[in-house]
């Protein structure tokens, strides 16, 4: 069965500190999907980042960087240097390749609040 | 940047009224979707329509729960008579082709069933 486990619910840090977001995700597939969303205050939903299964080099964007591993099925994602603005739900999503189909599957998103 | 539009932002009504939700993709995509997320908790897939008909749909998506591509551009949900637990954003999204792609995320529609 797929799905996608974020255990920390709510993380708050000060500015300037680095946040690592945990992600464990649970497929049968080899092919797979990975992503992360912000979903902002405002509420929208923002795609941040999409990795494939086959893909295990880490990924670094600026003060976003991700972790991907297989071996422990983990998608984590660190902010370094975080700041009030980073402030957001983060969702990580599955979809999956050759049996299922390419419907998200959700976790239950981290809530991550910096202080200044 | 082309993106995903819904309208409207926001919806009241009452239990028992039908209510459509609109979407319109980014223009080159096909492949869309209806999510919801109910206050406070995660994003569950709705439905996924491709090629004019439904590819598939959850649970959730019951006999009150109906999409249409009226035109080359509208996506629509309908709900044929609302109860209070459809109480939720709903959110559009859709993707240019295949499995690898990303889907992209309208801004959503709050709706509030009294």
């Known amino acids: 069965a797929q799905k996608v486990t974020q255990a920390q619910t709510e993380i708050s840090v000060v500015e300037k500190e680095d946040v690592t977001l945990d992600c464990v995700y649970e497929?049968?597939?080899?092919?797979?999907?990975l992503f992360w969303y912000k979903q902002p205050p405002s509420g929208e939903l923002v795609f941040l980042i999409r990795?494939?299964?086959?893909?295990?080099q880490n990924e670094i964007s600026g003060r976003y960087s991700w972790n991907f591993q297989k071996s422990t099925s983990s998608f984590n994602f660190t902010i370094t240097a975080s700041q009030v603005v980073d402030s957001a739900v983060y969702f990580c999503?599955?979809?999956?390749?050759?049996?299922?189909?390419?419907?998200?599957?959700f976790g239950t998103g981290t809530r991550l609040q910096v202080f200044p | 940047e082309p993106e995903v539009t819904q309208t409207p932002s926001h919806q009241v009504t009452q239990m028992g009224q039908e209510v459509i939700l609109r979407c319109v993709p980014i223009?080159?995509?096909?492949?869309f979707y209806w999510y919801r997320q109910i206050l406070g908790q995660k994003v569950e897939f709705l439905v996924s329509?491709?090629?004019?008909?439904?590819?598939?749909k959850s649970e959730i998506f019951d006999d009150q729960f109906s999409v249409e591509r009226p035109d080359g551009s509208n996506f629509t949900l309908k709900i044929r008579s609302t109860k209070l637990e459809d109480s939720a954003m709903y959110f559009c999204?859709?993707?240019?082709?295949?499995?690898?792609?990303?889907?992209?995320f309208g801004p959503g529609t709050r709706l509030l069933v009294l």
């Open positions: 999204a859709s993707k240019i082709r295949g499995l690898q792609e990303t889907q992209y």
């Open positions: 497929t049968r597939d080899t092919t797979y999907y």
């Open positions: 990795r494939n299964s086959f893909d295990e």
């Open positions: 999503a599955l979809s999956e390749g050759v049996w299922g189909t390419d419907k998200l599957i």
């Open positions: 223009s080159n995509h096909l492949y």
């Open positions: 329509f491709y090629n004019n008909e439904i590819s598939e």
